[in-house]
């Protein structure tokens, strides 16, 4: 399966089977069973994580107990709390599985030494980084214009997976809609 | 002024005299009236702007022409269309002065080739592009608890001189709340 990783990779820069090799070594596979944490509040955040299989969801709690969804990952994907691992501070959001998940560990120790050693290691990051950044401008503007009718398709032609994968209340709270709100245009 | 540039490089890795004066060969000097558009919506983006002076804002005009701020830019900061820079689609966002700016101008040519022959700047971009992906994380996470009031706090307390140049306004519509509420909790 870490053949996904390398096709990820590849798609930006090729890759020699040594140096797909040596990348691989600095990562580390863990299994997570539905409902288990990645990431929690309040905790350090040593890992970001390559999702092999599985479903995950990173999300807030608010004062009140309400569940904000920031982001969603599918296999392929990179999750974890960016802010507490990259500054290694407190995690201010969880990262839990939707369903039984497999991922591959990245520590931030092993990610500089890797972007150090191999510049196409660090080509390959700045790219996802700038992919990631826009991603979030994208998700910005599309709550700025505060269409949740609009949004609910973009994401749905955009992860039409995702819809296969996460109850529709997860959905509403990644829209930032009720899930009556969201009912009414997803039916 | 491009010493703020050298700074701002030199806060992530070290350079030479030379290494920046090659750095900065690759940038073109501008400057722009209060009011000029540097990107326009419907319009290819070719540059990233490295702020030396003034301030600048990048907003989307939404069906029923109302402006929602994405971002301000004072000096040291970088502002453009990303989405359409990196991706060289047609611009969906607007970019101009708040007050008369100067910058200093990165075609996506440019950057990609400074990266692929010095190592460090890439290290630089990716850095820069990381913090970014957190500062607009950490939007989405104040956006989603959806206080006015302690947003409004935390973006003073961040940028400060941001209120000695930009109007009550156009804060009101970064923050994405009427002006009336601004002024309730900002007097």
């Known amino acids: 399966m870490s053949t996904l990783l390398r096709q ?30 990645l990431v929690q509040e309040k905790e350090t955040v040593p890992n970001d994580f390559f999702v092999l299989s599985g479903c995950l ?6 004062q009140d107990g309400k569940e904000h969804i920031l982001q969603f990952a599918l296999s392929d994907w990179w999750i974890t709390d960016y802010n507490a691992y990259f500054n290694q501070t407190e995690a201010t959001i969880n990262v839990d599985c939707i369903e039984d998940s497999e991922v591959l560990c990245l520590s931030l120790y092993h990610r500089e030494k890797l972007c150090a050693e191999m510049h196409k290691i660090e080509h390959f990051f700045r790219k996802k980084s700038n992919a990631g950044y826009i991603a979030l401008q994208q998700r910005i503007l599309s709550t700025l214009n505060n269409n949740p009718k609009e949004r609910y398709e973009k994401l749905l032609q955009l992860y039409p997976s995702l819809f296969q994968k996460v109850p529709k209340k997860l959905i509403a709270s990644y829209l930032g809609v009720s899930r009556e709100t969201l009912s009414r245009f997803s039916s």
């Open 8 to 37: 990820q990779i590849e798609k930006i820069t090729p890759l020699t089977d040594g140096e797909f090799e040596y990348i691989l070594s600095h990562f580390t596979s863990r299994k997570f069973k539905k409902h288990q944490f």
């Open 57 to 62: 969801k990173a999300y807030h709690v608010d």
